[in-house]
């Protein structure tokens, strides 16, 4: 911000009804200047609209996958070679969109930065996510590029029998861009990232953004190598048991193991830690404490999802202050609702919802 952008951006919160007349009669300056130097203050994300509504001081950035997925499922014992009557689902994915979306749900202003096609799934993208409350408007539209899209066939059982990932966009998620977007990634309160995007820009993130705290979700263990050489410039890391062993090199057997997994990261310059141990519970850690959350009572009804709803409970309770035994709860009772519910994002996911599970199992 130049230190004219400065001089307007205060007069503007100390009075959002300004006229750009009045603003250049303040300073000396043209009105014309004025224009520009507001246009350059709303590209820059200090200024949200018409009528100098100024930026949300919390806003989380979210960068990542988002993708559309597509499921079929057999009526009846699935025969290869042959077309099966079924169902088929389309449902909207991607660690860093599904993020966002919880995000949203708890209310907390997100923008996404992702790749997306311009085709049909993309435009279904764009439609749900605005409707959910994400802004989209810092996503990379490419014409050239189908959005990213995942093809499952399950059998009737539910288990999957094979898929198909066509993420090339996602390898479009250049350092240059995000060049482009460092302001808005600069003023936010936290930044989110996935490993789906390329490794160089995940280093450029994690090395030229120090000033924000960021969350990774390593999403898997091949991916999380993307990470590993420099994982100490992340603030919170939340990789399950295999996606920990592989980033610290350390195999975990017992507690002792994830103590010394979750030194090795501390070592590194990680702030915060959380394990996830699946039935098992999750073991957080930061310089002061270490424990073992044991899982919360759930009727599971969908696996999928659960690690994004995790997520967005930490960064809430980050944002609110809370301690790392309470991030693990709020994360948790969040996981347990995405546990519940058919959809990989649940509907009814709020912090009401999150306080009364808790109070529920007198947590």
């Given at each position: 911000m130049t230190e004219r952008e400065r001089e307007i951006l205060t007069l503007i919160s100390k009075n959002p009804l300004i006229s750009q007349q009045d603003l250049a009669d303040r300073l000396g300056i043209a009105r014309s200047s004025v224009a520009v130097h507001i246009t350059n203050l709303m590209k820059k994300g200090y200024i949200k609209g018409k009528g100098y509504i100024i930026r949300n001081e919390k806003y989380v950035t979210a960068i990542g996958g988002s993708n559309m997925d597509i499921s079929g499922f057999p009526h009846n014992t699935f025969i290869l070679n042959d077309s099966n009557p079924g169902n088929i689902k389309l449902s909207l994915g991607g660690v860093g969109r599904n993020i966002a979306e919880n995000l949203c749900k708890l209310g907390i202003e997100?923008?996404?930065?992702?790749?997306?096609?311009?085709?049909?799934?993309?435009?279904?993208?764009?439609?749900?996510?605005?409707m959910s409350g994400i802004d989209m408007s810092h996503c990379l539209f490419l014409r050239d590029h189908p959005s990213s899209t995942y093809l499952s066939i399950l059998n009737e059982n539910g288990d999957m029998l094979g898929a198909i990932a066509s993420m090339d966009i996602l390898d479009k998620m250049s350092i240059d861009f995000i060049r482009e977007k460092q302001h808005i990634i600069k003023n936010s309160r936290i930044l989110v990232v996935d490993t789906n995007i390329p490794a160089d820009t995940l280093y450029y993130i994690a090395s030229n953004f120090k000033d924000v705290p960021i969350f990774v979700d390593p999403v898997s263990t091949a991916k999380a190598l993307k990470i590993k050489d420099f994982?100490?410039?992340f603030h919170t890391i939340k990789p399950n048991k295999i996606e920990a062993e592989t980033l610290s090199g350390i195999e975990i057997n017992s507690n002792d193991d994830l103590i010394r997994v979750c030194d090795y990261f501390l070592e590194k310059g990680?702030?915060?830690?959380?394990?996830?141990?699946?039935?098992?519970?999750?073991?957080?850690?930061?310089?002061?404490?270490?424990?073992?959350?044991?899982?919360?009572?759930?009727n599971v009804v969908n696996v999928t999802g659960a690690?994004?709803?995790?997520?967005?409970?930490?960064?809430?309770?980050?944002?609110?202050?809370?301690?790392?035994?309470?991030?693990?709860?709020?994360?948790?009772?969040?996981?347990?609702?995405?546990?519940?519910?058919?959809?990989?994002i649940n509907p009814n996911l709020s912090i009401n919802n999150i306080t009364k599970k808790l109070k529920e199992l007198n947590l």
């Open positions: 997100t923008k996404l930065v992702s790749p997306i096609g311009d085709d049909i799934y993309g435009l279904k993208i764009m439609e749900e996510c605005k994982i100490g410039l990680v702030s915060q830690i959380f394990i996830s141990l699946g039935s098992k519970g999750v073991y957080y850690a930061d310089m002061n404490t270490k424990g073992l959350l044991p899982p919360l009572d759930t690690g994004d709803a995790f997520m967005a409970g930490v960064i809430h309770s980050y944002m609110e202050g809370y301690e790392m035994k309470k991030q693990a709860l709020i994360g948790s009772a969040a996981a347990s609702l995405a546990l519940s519910h058919e959809n990989t």
